[in-house]
């Protein structure tokens, strides 16, 4: 019953931003446990976890190519997480994947290289120099 939705992609000019959303539907961020965070995947690489939000402390795990340039956050009343790309770079370029968990045994595990049971149909970041 998770499902996960994506927007927010597009083209931008290297330094530019954007602001990627994942609407959430089949369980609230009020309460429960969940892992939930952002991976990327470029043409003839293997995906790579981005950044990670873990409920109850809101830890957060960030790639060390996007850290003090993206930032993920929550809006628990709309249900939905957000990445904020900052100073986008044209390596950035990339299939951006929402993906989440709730099973207790992943969020003790939370990070970027947790096992995720949803994922997203995924939003297209392409950034030009």
């Known amino acids: 019953q998770v499902r996960l939705m994506e927007s927010g992609g597009g083209s931008v000019q290297a330094g530019g931003s954007l602001r990627l959303s994942c609407a959430a539907f089949?369980?609230?961020?009020?309460?429960?446990?969940?892992?939930m965070g952002w991976f990327r995947q470029a043409p003839g690489k293997a995906r790579e976890g981005v950044a990670v939000l873990r409920s109850g402390d809101d830890k957060t795990y960030y790639a060390d190519s996007v850290k003090g340039r993206f930032t993920i956050s929550r809006d628990n009343a709309k249900n939905t997480l957000y990445l904020q790309m900052n100073s986008l770079k044209p390596e950035d370029t990339a299939m951006y994947y929402c993906?989440?968990?709730?099973?207790?045994?992943?969020?003790?595990?939370?990070?970027?290289?947790?096992?995720?049971?949803?994922w997203g149909q995924g939003t297209q970041v392409t950034v030009s120099s």
């Open positions: 993906a989440a968990d709730r099973s207790l045994t992943t969020w003790s595990k939370c990070g970027l290289s947790a096992d995720f049971g949803h």
């Open positions: 089949g369980f609230t961020y009020t309460y429960g446990v969940y892992c």
